[in-house]
């Protein structure tokens, strides 16, 4: 049980708060007899001193994470603190850096100022982590969805947790109304290691014969100016993620663009369904399996195009994943018909060739509905969705609440949103709009999972054109 008390205290050096009971009853006041903020939520507390935020360089922070697992409810005075130590911290994201809602990128810091490896909320330690601030995605939650239901089937994700963000730019330590940023999950970075994309490590000078073969991570995604990329010879712009582009050797630049151009021929060509001399010499076709199910299940209007990454450990064939950003999926897109339940994606998204032919493989969609079928019984079976949305939700309701005073996006359309999508005034109203459309979608794919791709005869792939599409 929460008392009432009129005890006044400092809090970070300058915050006077006054403790309360129950429920949080607004955000954090700016008068000296300011309630105390609780929350059901971890509490991120993030203070930059004066410096704003910008896209690269990363600017040195303070992050203090609040968060009490035994007793359910964090406070900003709390004495269970999970982490209070500097960062580094910069704005991230491509289109959504236009919404005034930021999403950040951080790695956590030693006091020399160096990487440092350190567990988040139970999660397994790292340096590096992501505050993707929902926005034009109501529910809060289809990020969170789509890697919860990744993991599930046994292809990792990013793991993650729902936290409630305080982010002053000021020179200040006060905390005001005016620094709540609202909910934002916290997720883990795709990078190379133990606890996330667990390929070989892979230095410049390792070129022998085996060595060179991984660990590599690759993506297709829109460039950024400091990206190094190549393309295949049919025109697929792939971007080195590791080892980073300053850090690969020439060699091994050669190697991976070698092995893509294999893969793609081996694609194309006419013995492109045989075992031993087509596709399946160079990909692990069950991984393409459960990408392409996650992706079409919850119909992510960016995958396959963009923030599509794969990778290649050592000795190993090229693996798709981890599956990443999923704020236009699950019906809440204008783009490429993204809001429509009864087609595929990749007949409507621009997505290199490989998927179109790889469905035409008779083995590889027979694989495909086989394992549609088992999953569809356990891990995607519709209640699991159902429940999982429903739990979500009830986790969500206080700070949702919070969240819309603060962001004032429900009723109106943001960027991305379909016109429908303006009609829903409510949280209550936004979550029963995505289960219709995953039931809808479920019902769909159920019937269609199996359906032949009939490509013409003389069938050639198209070469993409070599530029950073939208």
Known sequence: MYRYTKNIFLLLGGIILYMTTGCFAGAVQQSADAEVYASNLPIVIIRTFGQ??????????????????????????SPHVNLDRGIGIEVRGKTSQ????????????????NDKDVSLLQLPAESDWILNGPYS??????NY?????SNRIGRYASRTRFVELFLNEGKGVRLGAEHYAGVYLLMEKIKRGKKRVDIQSLKPTQEGPSEITGGYILKIDKLDSYDTYFFTRYGTQLIHVYPKGDEVSSAQKVWIRNY????????AGKDYADPDLGYAKYIDIDSFIDHFIINELFKNTDG????TYMYKDRNGKLKMGPVWDFNLSMGNTVFFNGWETDNWLIDTNPVPFWWERLLTDENFRRRLVKRWETLRKNELAT?????????TAKYLSEAQKRNFQRWRVLGRRIFGNPRAYGSATTYEQEVIRLKTWLLARLKWMDQNIGSPRQLPTGWRPSVQRRRNRW
Request: net charge negative; hydrophobic share 35%; charged share 35%.
């Open 52 to 77: 704003w935020i910008h896209d690269d360089p990363k600017i040195p922070a303070r992050m203090k994470i609040i968060y009490d697992a035994s007793d359910g409810r964090n406070w900003l005075d």
């Open 98 to 113: 236009h919404f005034p809602k930021r999403q950040y990128g951080f790695e956590v810091q030693d006091d020399s100022g």
């Open 137 to 142: 995605d109501k529910t809060l939650m289809r």
């Open 145 to 149: 969805l789509a890697y919860e239901f």
């Open 260 to 267: 893509m151009n294999a893969f793609e021929s081996a694609l």
């Open 304 to 307: 396959f195009r963009n923030s």
């Open 383 to 391: 209640s699991e969705f159902l429940d999982e949305i429903d739990r």
